[in-house]
């Protein structure tokens, strides 16, 4: 599989809520966000435990990738996404932005930029630093 379509595959199983899949392709990872669902996460089950968090903070209506580029171990998707912060009740829309390295197959990095004004007000807290970033080893 080439590079691109490991990211469209991985967006595909982000849809229909198979993240184990998501799992299988990254290598070894971490990922840190920083909103409600922010933290360090070292390894699988720990990335599991970050999607589990999104996923409990968020009744997502909408979430698309508009545009695609590829650039050798570099895969840029651009999206946005409509969702309801469950705690608040309160609808948001956000324009984000995802960087993701592959080596040989499997995610060794991943970063997310995100509207971080639509975060804090949709989930009503006082800072949102919405980065989430899976690394490899």
Do not use: C, M
């Amino acid at each position: 599989k080439s590079n691109l379509e490991i990211v469209k595959e991985t967006y595909a199983n982000f849809l229909q809520g198979n993240i184990p899949a998501i799992l299988d392709t990254l290598n070894g990872a971490a990922a840190s966000a920083h909103v409600s669902f922010s933290g360090v996460f070292k390894g699988k089950d720990a990335v599991l435990n970050f999607f589990k968090n999104v996923r409990n903070d968020n009744e997502f209506s909408e979430f698309a990738v508009d545009t695609y580029v590829s650039d050798g171990d570099n895969v840029v998707a651009l999206g946005h996404l409509s969702a309801i912060a469950k705690n608040t009740g309160k609808a948001s829309t956000n324009k984000w932005a995802h960087v993701w390295q592959i080596k040989e197959g499997k995610v060794i990095r991943h970063y997310e930029y995100a509207d971080t004004a639509e975060i804090r007000d949709g989930l009503q807290i006082k800072t949102a630093l919405a980065v989430a970033d899976i690394i490899a080893p």
